[in-house]
C-alpha cells in the first residue's frame, strides 16, 4: 500500500525556518518525481514545488522561490522541504504528493504550519 | 502565466448529472487532473489525462477536455460525492514550468 506521511509542521514565528519531511513507502520512491503543494485555512490547493525522481530537476512557484529548498533522499524514501523567511501567508496545511506524468496520484494526509506574528 | 478558471459551486440533485469546468487557454492542448477533496482529508485523484479514471473510482466519473474547457462529469450523484473539486495541469510553457490548480469547485447533493 502507497503511503505518504508528512510531518515537520509547527508554528514558528514570522521570519523563522522550518523543515518538513515526507516518508515515502509502498513503493520505490526513487523511481517517481515527487511534489509539494499547499492550502490556505479555507483556500484552495497551491501547488508550490516539484523534484524529479533523480533531483536534477527542480521547479518552485513564484511565492516560494528563493525562500524554500525541495530536496529528497532516495535511500531514505524521504522528500523534504526546507522553509526560510516564513510570511503570515505561508500558513497553510503542507501536502506531499507522488507525480506520475504530471498527475498526483498519492497525498499524503497533510502537515500544518502556522506562521505567528 | 498560465491560469484555470472554476465556478465556486454547483448545485445538483441527487441522481442527476453534476457537470464541473476548467477553463483556460486553449486547456484542450494540455492533459487535465481532477482531484476530489472532501472536508479535513487529502485529495484524491479522481480523472486524470482529461479522461482517465483511477482504479477504485467509480465509473460515474468521467471527463473531457477540449477547445478552451475541460469538464468533469458526476453521474447519478450521490452525497457522498459532496466535495471540492480541482482540475490541475502542468504549464510547461515558460523556461519555469509549473504546476496549476483551478482555485476549486464545491459540490453540494441538495
Known amino acids: 500500500e502507497v503511503q505518504l506521511v508528512e510531518s515537520g509542521g509547527g508554528l514558528v514565528q514570522r521570519g523563522g525556518s522550518l523543515r518538513l519531511s515526507c516518508a515515502a513507502s509502498g513503493f520505490t520512491s526513487s523511481n517517481y518525481d515527487m511534489d509539494w503543494v499547499r492550502q490556505a485555512p479555507g483556500k484552495g490547493l497551491e501547488w508550490i514545488s516539484y523534484i524529479s525522481s533523480s533531483s536534477r530537476t527542480i521547479y518552485y512557484a513564484d511565492s516560494v522561490k528563493g525562500r524554500f529548498t525541495i530536496s529528497r533522499d532516495n535511500a531514505k524514501n524521504s522528500l523534504y522541504l526546507q522553509m526560510n523567511s516564513l510570511r503570515d501567508e505561508d500558513t497553510a496545511v503542507y501536502y506531499c504528493?507522488?507525480?506520475?506524468?504530471?498527475?498526483?496520484?498519492?497525498w499524503g494526509q497533510g502537515t500544518l504550519v502556522t506562521v505567528s506574528s | 502565466s498560465y491560469e484555470l478558471t472554476q465556478a465556486p459551486s454547483v448545485s445538483v440533485a441527487p441522481g442527476q448529472t453534476a457537470r464541473i469546468t476548467c477553463g483556460g487557454n486553449n486547456i484542450g492542448s494540455k492533459s487535465v487532473h481532477w482531484y476530489q477533496q472532501k472536508p479535513g482529508q487529502a485529495p484524491v485523484l479522481v480523472v486524470y489525462?482529461?479522461?482517465d479514471r483511477p482504479s477504485g473510482i467509480p465509473e460515474r466519473f468521467s471527463g473531457s477536455n477540449s477547445g478552451n474547457t475541460a469538464t468533469l462529469t458526476i453521474s447519478r450523484v450521490e452525497a457522498g460525492d459532496e466535495a471540492d473539486y480541482y482540475c490541475?495541469?502542468?504549464?510547461?510553457?515558460?523556461?519555469?514550468?509549473?504546476?496549476?490548480f483551478g482555485g476549486g469547485t464545491k459540490l453540494t447533493a441538495l
Open positions: 490541475q495541469v502542468w504549464d510547461s510553457s515558460s523556461d519555469h514550468p509549473k504546476g496549476v
Open positions: 489525462d482529461d479522461s
Open positions: 504528493a507522488r507525480d506520475f506524468s504530471s498527475r498526483l496520484d498519492y
